[in-house]
Structure formats: structure tokens, C-alpha cells
């Protein structure tokens, strides 16, 4: 397995995730539509790529990242340019047929499939919904995959509105609610915000309500040694189990990025320094440099700027300062600092973000929010606090 840490990890480089990817099939066998619920980096686009590249018989998973879509229809054309190349659909004369007397403009017809030109004043949502009916006695399941929906669902909103932001919502759940399309097509949404709140500070969480959640959550220790061992095959250097756990016990939030981020950063100082042999020192070493390189962990923070405006940033700043110096910080001291910044009535969605973007948790006791992970508190405490 090769270091990668990044861009999602694909084939030979993905380690297996035997509870992730046995849930999402539950769910998918059992009709469900899902949101995969993981803060930022935790190996969401990785576990679709498996999926996608390992389907069983009868599915076909069409993957879409639609980061850059920002209205209604331009996202409905591109799924369904993505849905008319799948296997089932291509080679289906039924919809050929339906295609060709319904729709004049076609772009292109060829060995890819059939593909729609961007200036269609076509209603896609209402294609694509045609589309997918007619292929609901075939065998072939289709899963459709959404990556960085909800960044879309944000374009939406910034350039159009909260109210064409909520279209968009539930012209999505009516597509995925209809009974013919639901037979035999199943959608995966995911991202790396969190969707769930943007939907509960827009009142609309009855537009997502119907979808279940795929939790990925952090490696187990047995995982992450695992994980260890087989980046190790492919360096020139080894290391005993007493120094894996010491990495371990320093990530403490197992998140695979992590486990990259220092394999990747040993081995550099091991080739860079001519290191013969890596001791706690040089593991150490290893940590303090990776904190150094800012772009590393850059995106949590720009994430967090661009989301949060004026005192909502201000606010979300303050709390992740004094949880970088103090540990952890009760919920009234929260309360006191939202009603500081006249947020009471917002704070518990913003404190949700804050969680859903992997920063912190309450999970050992309701009242008291920590940090996941020491590292991402000691890259917070030197390149934000101060
Ligand atoms: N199954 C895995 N095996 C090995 N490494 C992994 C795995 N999943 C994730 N990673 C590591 O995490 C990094 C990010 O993975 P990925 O892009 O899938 O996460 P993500 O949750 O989609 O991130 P984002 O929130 O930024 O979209 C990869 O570059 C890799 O270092
Ligand atoms: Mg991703």
C-alpha cells in the first residue's frame, strides 16, 4: 500500500473497512437512500470509490462530485449525463426510444452514451425522474453517488437563496420518494460539510429526514496498526510495535489522514536525515514538523471562515482557542460566550458544525466538548491562537 495522504485513496491503497462497508450494503439491500455522516477527511469519497469499484451483481454505482454546481438544474443535467452512460441504461432500447422522441436536442450519441448539452432549457429534474422509471423493471440497480452535495446546497443558497436552496432540498426527496424511481435506485449523499446542519439552520431537516445514516467512523487500534503495517512495506525503514503504539496513543482520533500524514512525515525525515534508526524522538520529531506544514490541516480552517460569518466565526474562534489551551470547556461557558456574541439562539447548530467537521466531541459527558484529536488542538493552538 502506497502513503497517500490527500486525494481519496482508490484499489490497493484503500484499507478495507469490513463494519463501513458491510453496513452501507444492509443499507443499500434493504432499499435505503443514505447520507454518510464523518467529519472532513475521515475516508467518506474513499468508501464510495470502493463501492463503485466493487459492486455486486446487479448494481451499477454512478459517482458524482458536484463541488462546483451551484443551481438546480445545471445538478439534475449532470446526473443525468452520468445516468444515460451506466450500463443498464445504455444498452436499454426502451429508453433510447423514449429519448429520441422526447427530446430534439440531443448532443451526442455515441459509444459513451447519450449526453445533453449545457444550454438545454430542459426541466432535467423531470427527465431524469422519466428516465429512472423506465428503467424500473430491468434487473439492474442503479446507485446514484453524490459527493459535496451540500456544497452545492450552499452555491444554491449564496447565489440564489435560502428559498431556492429548500427547492432544491425537496425537489431531491421528491425524486428519491417516488415509488417507480425507488424500486430500483438507491442515492448515496455525502461531503465534507456537514448537511445536517445547514438543513436544521434553514428549518428544513424534514427535506433529509427519510435518508439513513452511514456513520464512518474513526479506525479501531487493531485497524490503524494495520493500516501502519501496510504503508511500512513500501519504505526502507521498520517500526516495533511499542513505537506504533506510540503514534497511536498520540493521533488518540484514529482518523486514517492521520495515520498517512505521519507515516509520510517519518519517512521523510528518515530519508532526509539519514536516519538509521527511528526512535520515540524522531516519531516526536515527526508530529512536530507535520504541525508545521499548514496545508495539511488548512481546509478545516478555511472551511470553518468561509461557512461562519462575522461573530458566528468570531464565536466558533474564541471556543476553539480556549479548548486548544484548556482541554475542554463546560457547556455554560459555551452559552455564556454565545449570549457574548448575541447567538443564543444559533450557537447549538454552530457548535454541531464544530463537531460534524471533526474538531470536537462531547462523547465521554453531554456537558463537556473536547477536542478528537490532540493534533488538530495543537495545529489550532500554533497557527490560529497564536
Ligand atoms: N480506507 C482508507 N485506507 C487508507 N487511507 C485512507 C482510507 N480512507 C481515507 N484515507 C486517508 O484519508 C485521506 C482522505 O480520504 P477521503 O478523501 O476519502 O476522505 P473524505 O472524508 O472524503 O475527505 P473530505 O472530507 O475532505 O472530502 C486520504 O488521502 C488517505 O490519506
Ligand atoms: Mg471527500
Redesign the pocket.
Known sequence: MKI??????RGE???Y?ENIIHKAWELIESGNHILIA?P????????MYYLQDNPKDGFDFLFLDTESINNENEFFRRIVNKVLKAGAIKSSQKISAFLKKHIPSIQKIGLEGIEFGVKEDLNYLELLGEILKSISDDKNKIVIMLDEFPQTLENIINDEGEAAGKHFLFSNRELRQDVEVSKNVHFIYT??IGLENIVSKMNAIKSINDLSRLI?IPLSTVEAKN?IRLLLENVDFDLSESLIDHILQKIEWL???YV?LIVQEVKELHREEKVTDVTEKVIDRAFEKMLTQRHHFE?WHTRLRAMLKGDEYNFSKEILNILSENETIHSNEIFNIAVKYKLENIFKDIIGSLVYDGYINNNEDRMVYRYNSPILRMWWRQNVAN
Do not use: M
Open positions: 497517500q495522504a490527500g486525494p481519496p485513496v491503497n484503500f484499507l473497512r464523518a472532513r477527511r475521515a475516508g467518506k469519497t474513499s468508501v461531503g465534507s464512518v493500516l482518523i486514517p489522514y498517512q481546509h
